[in-house]
């Protein structure tokens, strides 16, 4: 047993040395508790460092299957539009609308706002269908033609833009005595009802035609949100004056061609707030750029366009999470259209394509060995550097020479 514990002490290299042989200096114990601190801060640094989450991103050619359809969230407030006057569509690459059956998760919800930009007292949000924009000149001056509308104005009793005159009174027909107004389609309704008479064609009495004009809408904005799925080649979803335009000023003929794209151009401020506009589930370290911007247009006539690129994204957990979602780039441009121009109506365009590639961002850690191995050389480094130091003082101190200086 003795002989295999000597052949053990052979090949120990760390002998300690004994201590009638050490030499305990003031400078020495100095060193000794500056190793001390070194060693613990650095050992907490390297805890801090190989502990903490990092994220790698990579770059691949895009494999996402092109049935996939892309996801858009979106909330997007118009302060000087009420909502009645607001339609939206989404294009294909092409320029085809976008069908339904690619859509089924989709719905569009309108917000009426007051001047304050608060919902309006007990109205209930609009549940909206894709479809029913006009978004060129031709569209509207073709439907007014087949209702017989002129150039000019056929009528000398009112014009579209009277119903936004505070001093503005409606007809209502004979059903109310003189002095009283009807300035809007219910007013007339009720009139009738009070006094016990039926009510006329819809189609003669100019509010129920322009009811999306009415006076009660005057000064209201109007907050559009929802969900819906688009197609993954690309194209773009509009707000836009909707279909209804095309409706203002029937049945009489009170109205001609210019009043309705004067309609179009002089009502129409698309200065609007982007309050959210996603590509898909949010992600740690997600930018959205556009959430919350605001722009005014002002008094011009625009058309606000923002091309997008999309680059779908997956983010990858520690745990093996996975989200997938998209990114985007962004730049936009504010298109100025006036009446006659044939460049198109107002509105605001989201224009957006699909990146060839994709992204995968993906959490690691360097873990426990890196951090053993890190404190081995932290620990070691420190106290051989600081001996070097405390012998080279000590032999300076006794008028020793660097000759001796060996370790």
């Known amino acids: 047993m003795s002989n295999y514990t000597e052949r053990i002490r052979r090949i120990d290299h760390h002998t300690p040395v004994s201590d009638e042989f050490r030499a305990r200096t003031v400078q020495g114990a100095v060193f000794s508790v500056i190793a001390i601190l070194s060693a613990g801060y650095f050992m907490s640094t390297e805890l801090s460092y190989n502990m903490s989450t990092q994220i790698v991103d990579r770059v691949y050619v895009n494999s996402t299957p092109s049935a996939t359809a892309v996801q858009m969230e979106f909330d997007v407030t118009f302060q000087e539009i009420a909502c009645s006057l607001l339609g939206i569509d989404a294009n294909d690459a092409v320029g085809n609308s976008q069908s339904?059956?690619?859509?089924?998760?989709?719905?569009?919800?309108?917000?009426?706002?007051?001047?304050?930009?608060?919902?309006?007292?007990?109205?209930?949000?609009?549940?909206?269908?894709?479809?029913?924009?006009v978004t060129d000149e031709k569209t509207?001056?073709?439907a007014a033609k087949k209702r017989g509308l002129t150039e000019e104005s056929a009528g000398d009793d009112y014009y579209i833009d009277d119903y936004f005159q505070k001093d503005f009174c409606g007809d209502c027909y004979g059903a109310a005595a003189d002095g009283e107004c009807c300035n809007t389609c219910d007013d007339v309704k009720r009139m009738y009802r009070a006094a016990g008479w039926k009510l006329p064609n819809i189609a003669d009495i100019a509010q129920c035609k322009n009811e999306v004009r009415a006076k009660d809408e005057v000064g209201e904005g109007c907050r559009i949100e929802g969900t819906v799925?688009?197609?993954?080649?690309?194209?773009?979803?509009?707000?836009?004056?909707?279909?209804?335009?095309?409706?203002?000023?029937?049945?009489?003929?009170?109205?001609?061609?210019?009043?309705l794209l004067g309609l179009a151009f002089?009502?129409?401020?698309?200065?609007h707030t982007i309050n959210k506009l996603h590509f898909g589930p949010e992600f740690p370290g997600g930018v959205r750029q556009l959430d919350g911007q605001i722009r005014n247009v002002g008094d011009s006539h625009g058309m606000y366009q923002?091309?997008?690129?999309?680059?779908?994204?997956?983010?990858?957990?520690?745990?093996?999470?996975?989200?997938?979602?998209?990114?985007?780039?962004?730049?936009?441009?504010?298109?100025?259209?006036?009446?006659?121009?044939?460049?198109?109506?107002?509105?605001?365009?989201?224009f957006y394509e699909v990146s060839p590639f994709h992204v995968v961002f993906e959490e690691t850690r360097r873990g426990w060995t890196r951090f053993f191995t890190s404190v081995c050389a932290v620990v070691g480094g420190v106290y051989t550097v600081l001996q070097m130091i405390d012998k080279a003082w000590y032999l300076w101190s006794k008028g020793g020479s660097a000759a001796n200086l060996c370790f």
Do not use: C, W
């Open 100 to 133: 339904l059956h690619t859509d089924r998760t989709h719905h569009v919800y309108k917000h009426r706002l007051n001047k304050d930009g608060r919902n309006v007292h007990r109205s209930r949000p609009e549940k909206t269908e894709l479809g029913g924009t």
């Open 140 to 142: 509207i001056t073709d």
């Open 229 to 259: 799925q688009l197609a993954s080649t690309g194209g773009n979803l509009h707000i836009a004056p909707g279909r209804e335009t095309e409706d203002i000023g029937g049945g009489n003929g009170k109205f001609s061609i210019s009043d």
């Open 266 to 271: 002089e009502q129409y401020n698309v200065t």
């Open 306 to 350: 923002y091309y997008i690129q999309i680059i779908p994204t997956e983010y990858v957990g520690l745990d093996g999470t996975r989200i997938l979602t998209n990114q985007m780039s962004v730049t936009e441009h504010m298109r100025i259209v006036k009446p006659g121009s044939g460049r198109g109506l107002p509105g605001v365009f989201f």
